[in-house]
């Protein structure tokens, strides 16, 4: 909460010095940059964005990451599993430069974001020395507020590079998965239902903040394992753009 009161108020307090600077500089040429966040791609989403410089120091950005399926290889156990996820996200900000040239130089950004991601998978797994493949399924859909710094430069007048360092940001939002053993039919025993409920909490236990607060609930009979939060989640953004300015 204390992050967000304060990038509200920072908001606020740059809102009102373009204000103070749209009185006093009447002769500014618009600027339009298009941009394209590769970072993104890793996790299924393709992210373009625009900004609006308004006036000297002052723009409007936006940012739009639109989905598509990506596979991605992690390790459980020693096994390798297969994620296939996709997501969509909506951003957009007020940014302030504190440099004499026009969309250049350090800046900072109040922005509001808004985030949905699906993901899918088998996920391999040892449980009582036998191997075990988990049916998982999991979502996350959150909206959260921030302020970032950063740094942007344009090069020949044309190529616009832009570097987002330090992002701290707050979200309220919705997370979940769920994942069913389908190695075979037969219920779980009691030994692997304590497996995998503590080999759960030794996973969440090193989850900053919310790592308490997660539910988790293991049905041995149905061999399902629940996961579900709700609730403020902390954040932090970096990343880097390139584009064009028209």
């Known amino acids: 909460m204390k992050i967000i009161s304060c990038s509200i108020v920072l908001a606020l307090v740059l809102f009102n010095n373009a204000s103070a ?6 002769d500014h040429t618009k600027n339009i940059a ?20 308004f006036r000297h120091r002052n723009s409007l950005t936006l940012l739009a990451g639109v989905p598509f ?62 191997n075990a493949i988990f049916d998982t399924h999991g979502k996350y859909e959150g909206i959260g507020i921030g302020a970032q710094l950063g740094f942007q430069v344009i090069i020949a007048k044309l190529v616009v590079f ?32 304590q497996q995998v409920q503590d080999d759960i909490k030794a996973t969440l236990k090193d989850i900053p903040v919310i790592g308490d607060k997660i539910e988790v609930k293991v049905d041995n009979i149905k061999k399902t394992v629940t996961i579900n939060y709700s609730g403020f989640i902390p954040g932090f953004r970096a990343g880097a753009s390139i584009g064009i300015r028209l």
């Open 69 to 130: 399926n990506k596979t991605n290889t992690i390790q459980i156990d020693g096994d390798n599993s297969d994620i296939s996820s996709n997501a969509f996200s909506l951003m957009t900000g007020f940014r302030h430069y504190f440099g004499k040239k026009t969309m250049s130089g350090f800046y900072v950004e109040p922005y509001v974001k808004y985030l949905k991601l699906d993901a899918k998978g088998l996920l391999n797994k040892e449980l009582q020395g036998e």
């Open 34 to 53: 298009l941009k394209f966040a590769p970072a993104g791609l890793g996790v299924g989403k393709i992210t373009f964005g625009a900004e609006y410089n």
């Open 21 to 26: 600077q749209d009185l006093s500089t009447t």
């Open 162 to 193: 832009d570097l987002y360092v330090i992002g701290p940001e707050a979200n309220s939002a919705k997370a979940s998965t769920i994942s069913t053993d389908i190695t075979n039919v037969l219920p779980w025993s009691f030994a692997d239902q």
